[in-house]
């Protein structure tokens, strides 16, 4: 682990989730911490609260005084000041291998992994522990509500923690595989990477290498949830096709029963089950219970769908392994309040509900439309996020949009990506209406656009669903503003 206290660390891509979490626990551990972004943010601006110099643009001098310099994978390698780190020799390191070495000061290092589902299920564990008071750091995707994309739990004396480091774990750019984990979860597996891997058989094999060298993984396989140090039966699961791994049914079996991430003999662990089971479900919320085989404990989330019940057991039993107690991990659940832009109520207009999601796979657009139209009318609207997502799951895209009877579809959000080879925004609208004619599909031109059109229809549905992982997120401040 990098020795921080005092360290000049520059940020370039600050204002991005993992980012910011990272400086932050750069700052509360000593370090003098700077960064830049092409847009000031509220991760900005929070990094700038807490005291870190933050900006918009390039600045050669804070590159100058530099120890070292973190870059994310949206930073083109053209990038001025990632330019300039490299041509004065400093220092200079990737998100994921930066989080690689802090995850590396502590004595045990969970890391929750898979296609989709990873904030959620990290920022549940890190709410358990946090309520059970186990001290421990958490690295968020997201922002939990009453917590933040980093999350502390100091120990007594005040002091940072150096037990426990709770971190999501990405696939993108097999970036994963830099952690070294005492503990993992796989939620699931599904290609949701096209300009990273070639196939599902390249994601397989890369959560295998993941796995194979973690002395303790807990996974979901069609109806099982399994928490085992053995690889062989940890290979076997990661093989399930993730159509049975995510919102299938509800009820299912999970967890880890005994054993703790800490202890070097995980690897002789037997297999442990859970078992999860739907109590009941409504609009807004359910409630299931969870058995560990001798005792059966209940919990309640303010949210609906078996996705999220799954993402629970993961977190109990992540939980569990991290010294937690059963019955007191699933009462805690009860006061999740839900992570930012998963599913999150922002408020009414005219009379409809807006929700937002950050769901931009056709896995998950499923999963969120079928939550959604539980409650009535709704109307999805789309961001769709690269163009070579869009590309390669086009037809599935046009299943699952083309089957409603209105969408609308916002220009594609680039991110990463610095063309626009692949399909765009318009391209999927074709698509949709050639296959399915009775659908609606407005093809929005912009986001004042976009929210003109929901404005003006939205008294004619219950619900407006806003869908996609890129800054369709900005309508939101149009909705408070209303």
Known sequence: MPELDGERVHFIGAGGASMSALAEYCLLSGAEVTGSDRTFGENMEKLAALGAEVYTGARRDIIARAGVVVYSSAVPESDTELSAARAMGKRVTERHEFLAEIASGFSV???????????????????????????????????????????VLREKDGSLPRGIFLTEACEFGRHLLALAPSVAVVTNMECDHPDCYSSSREVHDVFAKFVEKCPLTIVRAEDAFICSGAHTVIRETCGTPCGELYGGKSTAHGGC?????????????????????????????????????????????????????????????????LGADFGKACGALSSFG?????????????????????????????????????????????????????????????????????????????????????????????????????????????????????????????????????????????????
């Open 338 to 482: 839900g992570v930012k832009r998963r599913y999150e109520r922002a408020g009414t207009l005219h009379g409809a509900e807006v929700i937002f999601d950050y769901a931009h796979h056709p896995t998950e657009l499923r999963c969120a439309l079928r939550t959604a139209d539980a409650g009535g009318r709704t109307l999805a609207v789309f961001q769709p996020h690269t163009y070579s997502r869009t590309a390669s799951y086009m037809a599935d895209f046009v299943e699952v949009l083309g089957s409603r009877k209105e969408v609308v579809l916002l220009p594609t959000y680039a991110a990463r990506e610095r063309g626009t080879q692949g399909a765009s925004s318009a391209d999927l609208a074709a698509a949709i209406s050639e296959k399915y004619p009775e659908c609606k599909v407005y093809l929005a031109v912009s986001h004042d656009d976009a929210w003109n059109y929901v404005e003006n229809n939205a008294s004619r549905f219950d619900k407006i669903l806003m869908l996609g992982a890129g800054d369709i997120y900005d309508l939101r401040k149009r909705l408070h503003r209303e």
């Open 257 to 321: 029963t005994g054993g703790n991430a800490g202890e070097k003999e995980c690897s002789r662990m037997p297999v442990c089950t859970y078992t999860l089971s739907r109590v009941l479900e409504w609009e807004s919320g359910q409630t299931d219970a969870l058995s560990d085989g001798t005792h059966t404990a209940g919990f309640t989330l303010p949210f609906a769908g078996a996705h999220y019940a799954a993402d629970a057991a993961f977190a109990v039993a992540l939980a569990v392994a």
């Open 109 to 151: 290092v969970a890391a929750v992994s898979g296609t989709h589902g990873k904030t959620t299920v990290t920022a549940m564990t890190a709410h358990t522990l946090k309520a059970l008071g186990i001290p421990f750091v958490a690295h968020i995707g997201g922002e939990p509500v009453g917590m933040g994309n980093l999350t």
